[in-house]
């Protein structure tokens, strides 16, 4: 193994970070593993579904919301250290968006998961790894409605434009899920999830 | 303006792939379609019944990504594949499916079909059991394996004679192959370019000539042609803003019924006047080419005639060849002829253009299937627009001008799925059967449905 890229990144306290999962620990089960979307769904969070009544076809379908999306990812391990991303800060609340796919459709249930990335360092070139780990856990554990929009943050990564390419590009994307090597890799962050 | 079109739910293909599907390519001449699964096999479905006929398991051993059907064959089909393990599979089969009570199938040479009990086939189901598998690999004979890619191969593609088959990959790298047709199976390695600067996304022949396009990761699309035996790059056009994802030619006058664009408020007769006027002006420039692109755009891409172009930077002076040999440069000069009406929110994965009716659909990641249709701009619109805009000149003079409409839009037309491929393809399952034709569109969730257009 190479020498780390970034050996004193900054870490911030576990505790501090916005999380809906620890209070009740009983509810992890909810959030069990990557094949959630086939377990039958328990009703939560009725208040934070206002407009679940005009959604008929989605009834049976847990409302989704930012902090949700963030409780997704922030637990999957960076590649080189034994710490979470939402310790690590490469993802953080304010940097998730959910907005519909197809504004000009009113009743699409598609809906679009913007994930900004912040590397720790600005040139890691784990990026795409990280970035693609994200992509992944998301598309296991979101209803195949949600599209994923998984970036660089803006100015925070030298070669952001590359790594954004190929984590938006669905045929490479589809093609590292088939590769072995690459997703032991992910398959080792992700270990930490809920 | 308000769509013209009806798509309309005519049929899923069952039963479907559990797993991704990422295209479906209709035979040639039999009504027959055949879909590339992540599942790692090719399903072979009827368009007569739309049920599958067979599954061809066993060759590839990652995604199967793209197939195509090898032209001109009488009495046999051969099939290309392509997949993600980096080969391409050639599978052959005796032609004999509907061989009971159909004769229309066009089936030649009756002494080598192997007869099929078609209702057994038909009802094959998933096709999971063993005694289904083996009846398959009886049906369908793996030929060849054409090894070369160094990753995942992405498109695949016949030329008109089918005598040569283009294969790209995201390797950057284009193959050309020969088909010896030597009764051994053999390819012979004719070229490999490598100019492309990413993955090769799509290739795609010419109708009639032996001129390939190719589309890619990054974000141009190139034509090739063959130059004194070598293979080389005539043009490159940089025009999108992402990804090349698909490429389709434009019809020849000669394969199907239609004649050009249309006109609304016009007579019959004065139409046909325009067409033939509208044919005679495009002939120096040969079939346009139709590309998509992740930039979420549909565009159509026409070659300056070939009389009008300078001398190009391969002429005598600069390669040393006599010009007795090489009398006129190679480039071409190929320009931006349409952008059509934008209908895409997200990445557009995949164009067909009707070789029949000249309807143009596109699809992508937001599950919408898009129609457009080719339009004359009448005298009058002209006038407005040059009234909006007097910086407009007059050189236009009877340079017939042309629209692209949208005419018809089918939201999430495979559910909340991403949609891979539209194809033409002949409609089957009515008897007589007209000239009339259905989409074929193929999707993530592995369902492949066909649709039917009104006006």
């Known amino acids: ?194 | 303006m308000s769509p013209k079109v009806t798509i309309t739910h005519l049929s899923d293909l069952t039963p479907p792939s559990q797993e991704r599907t990422w295209l479906t390519a209709p035979h040639p001449t039999l009504p027959l379609v055949a879909t590339c699964s992540s599942d790692k096999t090719i399903r072979v479905y009827s368009l007569t019944n739309f049920t599958l006929l067979s599954t061809i398991t066993g060759g590839h051993k990652r995604s199967v990504r793209t197939a195509a059907w090898k032209p001109h064959m009488t009495g046999e089909s051969v099939l290309a594949t392509g997949s993600f393990d980096a080969t391409v599979g050639i599978w052959r089969r005796w032609d004999s499916y509907g061989q009971e009570g159909d004769a229309g199938m066009g089936m030649s040479s009756g002494d080598k079909q192997i007869p099929t009990d078609i209702s057994t086939a038909a009802s094959n189901g998933t096709g999971t059991d063993t005694a289904d598998r083996e009846e398959d690999e009886e049906e369908w004979r793996f030929a060849v394996l054409l090894d070369g890619h160094d990753s995942e191969v992405k498109s695949v593609s016949w030329s008109a004679s089918g005598m040569l088959l283009a294969t790209c990959s995201r390797d950057k790298s284009i193959w050309i192959w020969e088909d010896l047709d030597d009764g051994d199976n053999n390819f012979e390695t004719v070229a490999v370019m490598q100019e492309h600067g990413g993955d090769v996304k799509c290739v795609s022949w010419h109708p009639s000539e032996e001129c390939l396009a190719s589309g890619s990761y990054d974000d141009t699309i190139r034509l090739w042609r063959e130059d004194l035996d070598d293979w080389g790059q005539v043009a490159c056009i940089k025009g999108h803003g992402g990804t090349v994802w698909f490429l389709d030619w434009e019809g020849e006058e000669t394969e199907g019924n239609w004649s050009g664009p249309v006109a609304d408020s016009v007579s019959e007769s004065a139409l046909s006047a325009l067409q033939a006027q509208w044919r005679s002006q495009r002939a120096l420039s040969g079939p346009r080419l139709l590309s998509c692109s992740d930039d979420r755009t549909v565009r159509v891409w026409r070659r300056q005639p070939k009389e009008s172009q300078q001398t190009g930077p391969l002429s005598s002076a600069t390669t040393g060849i006599p010009s007795i040999i090489r009398p006129t440069g190679t480039d071409e000069v190929w320009e931006e002829d349409a952008v059509l009406p934008r209908a895409h929110e997200l990445p557009v994965y995949a164009v067909a253009w009707s070789k029949r009716t000249g309807l143009v659909a596109s699809t992508g990641a937001d599950g919408r299937i898009a129609l457009y249709e080719e339009r004359f701009v009448t005298r009058e619109q002209e006038q407005e627009q040059q009234a909006d805009s007097d910086a407009m000149d007059t050189t236009s003079g009877d340079v017939l001008r042309t629209e692209w409409v949208l005419v018809g839009v089918q939201d999430g037309a495979h559910g909340i799925y991403e949609i891979n491929h539209v194809a033409w393809a002949k409609r089957a399952d009515r008897r007589p059967g007209g000239e009339e034709e259905v989409l074929v569109s193929t999707a993530d969730d592995g369902s492949v449905k066909v649709w039917t257009l009104t006006r």
């Open chain 1, 1 to 194: 193994m190479a020498e780390m890229q970034n050996s004193n990144p900054t870490i911030l306290n576990s505790a501090d970070l916005p999380t809906r999962l620890r209070p009740t620990a009983t509810r992890k089960s909810e959030y069990g593993g990557i094949f959630t979307s086939a377990l039958p769904l328990a009703p939560v969070d009725f208040e934070s579904a206002p407009s679940s009544d005009s959604e008929d076809d989605n009834l049976l379908e847990e409302p989704i919301d930012e902090q949700e999306i963030y409780d997704l990812i922030s637990s999957i391990s960076d590649p080189e250290h034994p710490i979470s991303l939402g310790e690590l800060a490469v993802v953080s609340l304010p940097d998730i968006e959910i907005k519909p796919t197809l504004p000009d459709v009113p009743d699409s249930p598609l809906q679009t998961v913007t994930v900004l990335i912040t590397p720790t360092i600005t040139h890691c070139s784990l990026a795409t790894v990280i970035g693609l780990g994200v992509r992944v856990r998301l598309e296991q554990s979101l209803p195949s409605r949600f599209r994923m929009d998984v970036r660089i943050k803006e100015g925070t990564h030298s070669t952001g434009d590359e790594v954004n390419k190929q984590l938006a590009d669905k045929e490479r994307v589809a093609a590292a899920l088939e590769n072995g090597a690459l997703m032991g890799v992910i398959a080792k962050m992700m270990e930490t999830c809920h």
